[in-house]
C-alpha cells in the first residue's frame, strides 16, 4: 500500500524559512517522480515544485529562487525547503509521488497523495 508523510508544517513570519518533509512507503520510491502541490482556501490545489528520479526539479515562478526540493532517496523523503516566505505561500502543502515526468506540476498526473500539512506565514 502506497504512503506518503508530510511533516514539518508550522507558522512563521514572512521572510523566515520552513523545512518540509514527506517520507513514502510502499513502492519503488527512487524510480517514482515526486511533487509538492498547496492548497489555499478557497483555491485550487496548483503545482509548486517537482522532482524527477534523477534530481531535475522544476518550479513553479512564484517560488522559483526560494523554494528548493530534494530527495533523499536511500531514507524514502523528499524535502522542500522554504526560504523568504510570503503571507501568499500560505496553504496546506501535500506531497505526491508519480511514475512519469510529463507536466510535473499538474495535480492530475500525480496517483499519490500525502494528506498535507499546513504553512502559515504572518505578516
Known amino acids: 500500500q502506497v504512503r506518503l508523510v508530510e511533516s514539518g508544517g508550522g507558522s512563521v513570519q514572512a521572510g523566515g524559512s520552513l523545512r518540509l518533509s514527506c517520507t513514502g512507503s510502499?513502492?519503488?520510491?527512487?524510480?517514482?517522480?515526486l511533487g509538492w502541490f498547496r492548497q489555499a482556501p478557497g483555491q485550487e490545489r496548483e503545482g509548486v515544485a517537482a522532482?524527477?528520479?534523477?534530481?531535475?526539479?522544476r518550479y513553479v515562478d512564484s517560488v522559483a529562487g526560494r523554494f528548493f526540493a530534494s530527495r533523499d532517496n536511500p531514507r524514502n523523503t523528499l524535502y522542500l525547503q522554504m526560504n523568504s516566505l510570503k503571507p501568499e505561500d500560505t496553504a496546506i502543502y501535500f506531497c505526491?509521488?508519480?511514475?512519469?515526468?510529463?507536466?510535473?506540476?499538474?495535480?492530475?498526473?500525480?496517483?499519490?497523495w500525502g494528506q498535507g500539512t499546513q504553512v502559515t506565514v504572518a505578516s
Open positions: 522532482i524527477d528520479i534523477y534530481g531535475g526539479t
Open positions: 505526491a509521488a508519480a511514475s512519469g515526468w510529463s507536466n510535473a506540476l499538474v495535480p492530475g498526473n500525480y496517483p499519490y
Open positions: 510502499g513502492f519503488d520510491y527512487r524510480s517514482y517522480s
